[in-house]
């Protein structure tokens, strides 16, 4: 009897794990076949903002996450937080399970044409980590390319407060300002790709978002992990290589 494919979810909120969240509407419609295991930290993304950065012990808080994850026999870990980019690097190099990051297929995206990125986020851990995730994906590439980065300052205090419109009126005017500077727009935070199609008719450029290309590239990765002939070795299934392609996160 074949046992199913297993995909594990990290998440540094509450949040974002209930039934009806994106990612898992998503991971059942293009992996409904796989086995999903959610491991959470509900206080790291809260750790990072009060600290204003990834610390160690934030790192260290998601290196046990994805070593529990590899420990419950997940193929393929998929970290759906964009803010925990820097902890994510590190627990790769920790355990030999893929880990894809929800923001590496959008990045890359970005740089293929885009000369200018504009990076849009409403908190300002998550600006750092993405930026630098651009810049990997533009240095990968061979493309040398220019970001700039908007801070939709307050935004998502607002939206945990429950006022979605004011939410997406600030993020929709910091689209437009950064939109005057850039060929295309990322956005920073999964927490805000549901207004990428109002932000792209607004703005009349590209805008990417991470839920949808991030779960599509992490079904990718699961296919040809679990797919890959018994016993076969090479660099196609080393860690660092599945880079391709958190929200806050």
């Known amino acids: ?34 086995k999903v295991l959610h491991f959470v930290d509900s206080d790291v993304l809260a750790a990072v903002v009060r600290d204003g ?43 030999s399970v893929p880990i894809v990051k929800i923001d590496d297929a959008m990045t890359a995206s970005a740089v293929e044409t885009a000369d200018t990125v504009g990076v849009l986020a409403t908190v ?48 929709l005017d910091g689209a437009r300002a950064l939109a005057t500077e850039v060929d295309a727009i990322v956005l920073a935070q999964a927490s805000m790709a549901r207004l990428a199609p109002a932000i792209a008719e607004a703005v009349g450029k590209p805008v990417l978002s991470s839920p949808r290309s991030g779960t599509e590239n992490a079904v990718r990765v699961l296919n040809a992990r ?19 392609g958190c929200g806050a996160r």
């Open 53 to 95: 950065e990834v610390s160690s012990a934030s790192t260290q808080r998601m290196v046990h996450l994805a070593q529990a994850a590899e420990s419950a026999g997940a193929d393929v870990i998929f970290s759906a937080c964009s803010s925990v980019g820097p902890a994510i690097d590190v627990a790769r190099r920790l355990v």
């Open 124 to 171: 300002p851990t998550t600006m750092p980590p993405t930026r630098a995730l651009v810049e990997e994906k533009a240095r990968a590439a061979g493309r040398d390319i220019t970001v700039r980065e908007r801070l939709c300052e307050g935004a998502f205090s607002v939206l945990m407060s429950g006022d979605r419109d004011r939410h997406d009126a600030m993020v």
């Open 226 to 244: 679990t797919t890959e002939p018994a016993g076969a070795t090479g660099k196609a299934l080393g860690t660092e290589d599945w880079q391709g």
């Open 1 to 34: 009897m074949s046992t199913a494919p297993s995909i594990a979810v990290l998440h540094t909120s509450l949040l974002f794990v209930n039934p009806d969240s994106v990612i898992n509407e998503y991971l059942s419609e293009l992996a409904p076949d796989a």
